[in-house]
């Protein structure tokens, strides 16, 4: 179960934290669907990102703005308390990465691997069914897949899957031709 992640940085301490908490209160859908939207959220906000990452503002002020977010989402209780514990013990900065390792935790307990996808453009419904299919086949079990598009990476795909990443980006395959005409 959540025991074969080692818990070494704040946000894994925390994630194990509130996991074992939403587990424990039957909540851990819910929490998790909060996390994702608020991910969501700090990914598309330059405001919220600056409240949460700039040490300019005190923790009362994260926590009244994360308190607002989350009033205003309707998020569970324990996501709020949360949220509200964070700020309070000034570890908001690291929201990020618990909510990061709060998926891991969750994935892993219902059997699923958590795979990021990064194309240049956005992928097909055709595309998408079948990266998950050569992900499934490959892995041996269920993806869940999260994608991102990242322009800069010019073509093809990149894929991690935990620490192992797999490459296939036209901008990587430049960069080793490149170098390999340096070299030369």
Do not use: W
């Not at 964070?86 to 909510?99: F, K, T």
């Amino acid at each position: 179960m959540a025991d074969d992640i080692k818990v070494t940085d704040v946000g894994q301490r925390y994630a194990r934290a509130l996991f074992e908490l939403a587990e424990e209160g039957g909540s851990l859908t819910a929490v998790e669907r909060d996390l994702v939207s608020l991910k969501g959220m700090y990914a598309e906000s330059k405001d919220l990102r600056v409240l949460l990452d700039s040490p300019a503002f005190s923790s009362e002020d994260k926590g009244a703005g994360l308190a607002a977010i989350a009033a205003k989402a309707k998020f569970h209780e324990t996501t709020r308390k949360f949220l509200g514990l964070l700020a309070a013990n000034r570890r908001a900065d690291a929201l990020v990465s618990v909510i990061d390792c709060f998926r891991k935790l969750s994935a892993q307990k219902r059997g699923v691997v958590a795979a990021e996808v990064v194309t240049a453009v956005p992928l097909s419904a055709a595309q998408a069914k079948g990266v998950a299919a050569a992900l499934r086949t490959a892995l041996g079990k269920d993806p869940e897949i999260s994608t991102r598009v990242d322009p800069a990476i010019l073509g093809g795909i990149k894929v991690r899957v935990g620490s192992r990443l797999f490459d296939a980006s036209l901008k990587s395959k430049l960069d080793s031709l490149k170098f390999a005409l340096k070299r030369a």
